[in-house]
């Protein structure tokens, strides 16, 4: 069969194939119709684009953990829209796996400060391997954890590992690490851009927190985010300050 022949033959075919794709994805799009709403999307210029990433980029760049708190109370009214913010987060299968416990109370804080400290003694002591310390080691963190007394609040983000239905069943939760993860980060970045400070602090184990706290038995404690206003004199270790470059971490393909 001549070249031009076969070429056409092959196009035919390919456009054979569109139109039974075209064919299925219509009967799929029909099988699974759901109730839906007009999305609400708010469109830009490409400098605009540019200008908004940008600043958001400058914004978010400031951003540091900090282990240094002023010892004031947090606004309420901010930590609130900043946890909407964190409910906002896509989830697997929107199950929304996640409970934040938004603690002020100054004995509680403390009740969660001192078993803290306790897992983290051992941590440093005796758990932890050589390898471990050695990465923390120019964070020059340690068992100290005073902070937690210090700052306005603490929100103890709680994984759902698994739901309950309204008769008290089992409902398999999917994606949960890779959802509250998320909205973790989105809390981060609400409280940074709101004008607070917040630590990522993970003691191991930290149990202790759904006990303290309360949660139910589906509820594992996923960290603890210290949060409140910077002290005066805060410190970020320089070694927090060195992030990998562009290029370093992103592959455009
Ligand atoms: C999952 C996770 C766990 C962390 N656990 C702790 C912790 O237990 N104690 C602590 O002081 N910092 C902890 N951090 C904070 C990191 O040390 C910090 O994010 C890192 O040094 C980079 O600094 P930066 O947040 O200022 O960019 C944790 C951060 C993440 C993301």
Redesign the pocket.
């Known amino acids: 069969m001549p070249d031009t022949l076969r070429r056409t033959f092959r196009s035919l075919n390919d456009i054979e194939r569109l139109i039974a794709c075209t064919n299925l994805n219509q009967r799929e799009t029909a099988m699974h119709e759901v109730p839906s709403i007009p999305l609400e999307f708010d469109a830009y210029s490409e400098p605009e684009m540019r200008q908004r990433a940008l600043t958001f980029f400058n914004m978010m760049k400031k951003?540091?953990?900090?282990?240094d708190f002023a010892d004031q109370p947090v606004p309420l009214a901010v930590i609130r829209h900043c946890l909407e913010t964190a409910g906002r987060a896509p989830s697997g299968a929107n199950q929304q796996p996640w409970h934040f416990v938004v603690v002020t109370d100054p004995d509680v804080k403390h009740q969660i400060r001192l078993a803290a400290e306790e897992e983290e003694r051992a941590f440093y002591t005796e758990r932890a391997s050589e390898e471990w310390l050695n990465a923390?080691t120019p964070?020059g963190?340690d068992a100290d954890k005073s902070f937690i007394d210090r700052a306005g609040c603490l929100i103890v983000v709680f994984a759902q590992v698994y739901g309950l239905d309204a008769d008290g069943n089992r409902v398999k939760h999917y994606y949960v690490q890779e959802s509250v993860g998320i909205a973790t980060g989105f809390l981060i970045a609400a409280l940074h851009n709101a004008g607070l400070a917040c630590?990522?602090?993970?003691?191991?184990p930290m149990n202790f927190l759904a006990k303290i706290l309360n949660r139910p038995a589906n509820e594992r404690a996923f960290?603890n985010l210290v949060v409140g206003y910077p002290a005066a004199d805060a410190q970020?270790?320089s070694?927090?300050?060195v992030?990998k470059s562009f290029d370093e971490f992103v592959t455009i393909v």
Not at 63 to 67: D, E, L
Not at 199 to 204: R, Y
């Open positions: 951003r540091h953990s900090t282990r923390l964070l963190t630590l990522t602090h993970t003691p191991s960290l970020v270790p070694h927090a300050t992030k």
